[in-house]
C-alpha cells in the first residue's frame, strides 16, 4: 500500500513540476527562464522522492514515475493547454533521460536518506554534482552560453551548497565533496554526449 501511494505521489509530483517548468518560463526574466527548463533542476524532485523509497529498487521506480510525469506534465499542458508543438523526437529524447536519470538519482536519493555505508557520500555529491556539472558546461562552451554566465555561477554554487546542506557532519561533507571529482568528470562527459541528441 505504501509502495502504490509513493507511485502515486511521484506521479503527481511529476505532473505539477513539469506543468510549473512550462509556466516558469514565462515568468522569469531574460536568460534566468533557462533555470525553468533545466533537466537538472527536474531531477531534485526526483531525488527526493527516491529518497522517500524503502529500496533502492524502489527508489528509482519513484523516481523515473517523477520524472515521466515531468516529461508528461510539460508537453501535455504546453501542446493542449498552450497549443505550442513539439517534436517528437525531444519527447522520446526527455522519456528516455527520464528513465535513465531516474534509475541513478533515485538510487542516489536512496543512498543519501536510507544508506549510512561508505555508499552514502555518493548521493548528495551526484544531485550536487549535476548543478556544478550543468554550470561548468555552461563556461566551458562560453562562446555558446556568454549570455547564461551568471546562470553557471549560480548553479555552481547551488551544487556545492546542496552538498553541505544535505550532509549532516563535516566528515561527511567532506567525504562528499570529495566524491564531487569523479562525478564531476563523469558529467562533463555525459552533457557532452547529450548535446549530440538534444
Known amino acids: 500500500m505504501k509502495n502504490r501511494n509513493n507511485i502515486l505521489l511521484s506521479a503527481i509530483v511529476g505532473l505539477i513540476v513539469g506543468i510549473l517548468t512550462v509556466l516558469g518560463q514565462g ?3 531574460g536568460n534566468w527562464n533557462s533555470l525553468a527548463n533545466s533537466g ?6 526526483a531525488f527526493f522522492m527516491g ?5 533502492k529498487g524502489k527508489s528509482a521506480i519513484s523516481a523515473i514515475i517523477t520524472l515521466l510525469g515531468m516529461v508528461t506534465g510539460y508537453y501535455a499542458y504546453a501542446m493542449l493547454i498552450q497549443n505550442v508543438s513539439h517534436s517528437l523526437y525531444y519527447i522520446l529524447v526527455w522519456t528516455v533521460a527520464a528513465v535513465i536519470g ?4 533515485g538510487i ?3 543512498l543519501w536518506g536510507k544508506d549510512r555505508g561508505p ?3 555518493y548521493g548528495s ?3 550536487g554534482g549535476v548543478f556544478i556539472t550543468e554550470g561548468l558546461h555552461l563556461f566551458l562552451n562560453l562562446s555558446d552560453y556568454i549570455h547564461m554566465w551568471h546562470t553557471g555561477v549560480v548553479q555552481i554554487i547551488v551544487g556545492v551548497s546542496l552538498v553541505l546542506a544535505l550532509e549532516r557532519s563535516n ?3 567532506i567525504a562528499s565533496l570529495l566524491a564531487l571529482i569523479p562525478i564531476i568528470v563523469l558529467g562533463v562527459i555525459g552533457y557532452a554526449i547529450l548535446s549530440l541528441f538534444a
Open 40 to 45: 537538472t533542476v527536474w531531477l531534485l524532485p
Open 27 to 29: 515568468v522569469l526574466p
Open 119 to 121: 555508499l552514502h557520500k
Open 171 to 173: 566528515k561527511e561533507r
Open 125 to 127: 555529491a551526484l544531485i
Open 108 to 110: 542516489a536519493g536512496y
Open 102 to 105: 531516474g534509475s541513478i538519482f
Open 51 to 55: 529518497a522517500l523509497s524503502s529500496t
